[in-house]
Every structure is written in structure tokens, then in C-alpha cells.
């Protein structure tokens, strides 16, 4: 499974970046699909994470209520909406694939591929 982030960009406090991760390889509807975000000397936390056809999403904290993540099948490809964008938002931002469903969505050693990230900036 290959995956690959795009979307990233340099935005304004207040503003809106959809990220998307394409797959290419591997049953696509199997995976659970998790985004992660990473800043320089920091751990990679959890973001959002998706069920196979999309029916539950998972959000950590911070982000509940200005980040949505969906899916579409057909086109194997997850979704980031990020709005009402902060400056702490700022990271480099990575897709990952869970094929074989752990359960633990937030923990990114359940997770067995990763795209290369792509980098978010918001500026206040």
C-alpha cells in the first residue's frame, strides 16, 4: 500500500485546508484511515481517524468541531476538511492505513502504512 498526502499549504488564522491521501495498492474499504500531525522535537499525535466505510470518525480534542474526515472508496482516497484554522495547528501532517483494525485508532503503532506527510502552516 502506497499513500500519498497532498494539500498542505501556508494559511491565515481563521482560514480552511482540505488535505487528501490517495492509495494505490490493497483493498482500499478494508483500511481504517487515520490522519497524525507532527512538529519538529514532538511526538506524532492523533488527529482523526475513519472507519472502513466511513459510518464512525474519531477526533482528538483539539480539533473537534473544526476538523471533518470522510472517505470516498471509489476513488481510495481519505479526507482532512480543517476549518477555523490556528497557529498551533501548524504541522506536518500524515495519512496512515490500519489494515488489520486494532481497535486503538489513537496509537499510531496499530497503523501499517504511512504516506510522507505533507506541511500545514497557519500563521496568526
Known amino acids: 500500500v502506497q499513500l500519498q498526502a497532498s494539500g498542505g499549504g501556508l494559511v491565515q488564522a481563521g482560514g480552511s485546508l482540505r488535505l487528501s491521501c490517495a492509495a494505490s495498492?490493497?483493498?482500499?474499504?478494508?483500511?481504517?484511515m487515520g490522519w497524525f500531525r507532527q512538529n519538529p522535537g514532538k511526538e506524532r499525535e492523533f488527529v482523526a481517524a475513519?472507519?472502513?466505510?466511513?459510518?464512525?470518525?474519531y477526533y482528538v480534542d483539539s480539533v473537534k468541531g473544526r476538523f471533518t474526515i470522510s472517505r470516498d472508496n471509489a476513488k481510495n482516497t481519505v479526507y482532512l476538511q480543517m476549518n477555523s484554522l490556528k497557529p498551533e495547528d501548524t504541522a506536518v501532517y500524515y495519512c496512515?492505513?490500519?489494515?488489520?483494525?486494532?481497535?486503538?485508532?489513537?496509537?499510531?503503532?496499530?497503523?501499517?502504512?504511512w504516506g510522507q506527510g505533507t506541511q500545514v502552516t497557519v500563521s496568526s
Open positions: 496512515a492505513a490500519d489494515l488489520y483494525y486494532s481497535g486503538s485508532y489513537w496509537s499510531q503503532d496499530v497503523y501499517d502504512y
Open positions: 495498492e490493497g483493498t482500499f474499504s478494508d483500511y481504517v
Open positions: 475513519i472507519s472502513w466505510r466511513g459510518g464512525d470518525t
